[in-house]
């Protein structure tokens, strides 16, 4: 199940990725998909290539062919040629003037093409200024993720769905008058196998989920009623051994039917000890109310409080034995295990309408089985609860 999970939410993280990388793109373009052209040609397309001649007035002017955008540019070097090559003798006087004529159109060409007030005509935007950005913003009223107009419109009813990555582990304890061989001295008990210490020192919390769909009734505008129907997964992480089959006691050990399957967990040399996941499944009806707090403009911060009747569907687990000292894989059909329960859930909402109709909530949660997980006589006492983030959608009706 946890693998379907991750299908299920990798696709949506993906698709957020990409369209947060599409909306960068239209604030720089101001285009939007429709505008993207898909011809492969447009990759290989460039402007025609135009021969700019390079001339010269004398060996101290040349003309660069990036200044040129029309021939017509060149009209006053044409002009300077002209001059030039009808230039007379230096030995007459004439010479001077068209000399002096042909200095001031090469100064003319290096005003236009070389000083500063040339390319002070050059105008350079800014993204706020150009014309891009205000297509951007224009084409972003019109196709904003969430309108920011919405209007809230909290229904009587509400459906919606919801999933929670969760933190399990539970309480543990076991009662020493069903358990052979155990001798009490004051507040000391003595038993040569598992203490409740070294199971509370080697067990650890492992990492499960819950998921389901919800409905709620809208009592008075500040409290809903709320039910559903969920799938949800307890569980801890245990310590143990590989079972050693030359033991003489493994030949005479069984539990419910059962052979051993691990030994309890060496102390001393932590490299003979594997960590095994006990898992228990159960199926929820959850009943509580949702008390309002706080509310903002498109925002709600609610209180839940309730219990959910459990039913156990589903158990992978190693159960420990006192009489013989050997763990034993368990799974529902066992007696051992209860069948039925009842869990308590405590939590804080806090939801925001993303449409007139259709809100989206984070909801830190606290639950915890007010029964234990065994039936009598097997001597242990467990309690399992959850810490979770659950998050959802609702989406109000009538």
């Known amino acids: ?48 290539k135009i021969d700019v001649p ?9 003309i660069n062919p990036l200044f040129k955008e029309k021939e017509s540019n060149f009209s006053l070097f044409d002009q300077l040629r002209e001059k030039t090559v009808s230039l007379p003798s230096p030995k007459k006087q004439a010479s001077i003037p068209a000399s002096q004529e042909a200095k001031k ?16 005509q050059v105008k350079i935007y800014s993204v706020t200024r150009g ?12 196709e904003y993720l969430i309108n920011p107009n919405i209007t809230p419109k909290q229904g009587k009813w509400y459906i919606g769905a919801s999933f929670s990555p969760t933190l399990n582990y539970r309480t543990f304890s076991y009662d020493h008058t069903l358990v052979k061989g155990v001798a009490v001295d004051g507040n000391r008990r003595y038993t040569f196998g598992l203490t409740e210490n070294q199971r509370d020192v080697s067990d650890k919390s492992i990492t499960s989920y819950s998921f389901g769909f919800d409905i709620g009734r809208q009592l008075t505008p500040k409290i809903t009623f709320y039910s559903g129907l969920h799938y949800a997964r307890y569980g801890e992480q245990i310590l143990v051994k590989a079972v050693n089959h030359s033991n003489p006691n493994y030949e005479l050990s069984s539990f419910h039917g059962e052979k051993p399957k691990y030994e309890v967990f060496d102390e001393e040399n932590a490299l003979l000890n594997l960590p095994f996941r006990n898992k228990y499944s159960f199926i929820e009806l959850p009943v509580g109310v949702s008390i309002e707090i706080a509310q903002f403009n498109k925002s709600i911060i609610r209180a839940e409080l309730g219990v959910a009747f459990q039913r156990l569907t589903a158990v992978n687990a190693l159960i420990y034995d006192f009489d013989t000292d050997y763990y034993y894989w368990m799974n529902e059909e066992a007696s051992m295990f209860r069948a039925y329960g009842i869990g ?10 993303v449409g007139e109709r259709t809100e989206v909530f984070a909801n830190p949660q606290f639950k915890f089985n007010l029964n234990s997980t065994f039936e009598r006589p097997y001597p242990v006492s467990q309690n399992q609860y959850t810490t979770g983030l659950r998050l959802g959608v609702k989406q109000h009706i009538l």
């Open 1 to 48: 199940m946890s693998f379907m999970a991750s299908l299920a939410i990798i696709p949506a993280v993906l698709g957020g990725l990409l369209l947060l990388g599409f909306q960068t793109y239209m604030l720089f373009t101001g285009k939007s998909f429709s505008d993207l052209n898909f011809d492969i040609g447009k990759l290989w397309q460039t402007p025609e």
């Open 54 to 62: 390079l001339r010269s007035v004398n060996s101290d002017v040349f």
């Open 105 to 120: 159109v090469e100064e003319k060409v290096k005003k236009e093409f070389f000083e500063v007030e040339a390319l002070d």
């Open 131 to 142: 014309k891009q950005f205000a297509k951007y913003v224009t084409r972003l009223d019109k």
């Open 344 to 353: 308590s859930q405590l939590g804080l909402s806090i939801s925001q309408f």
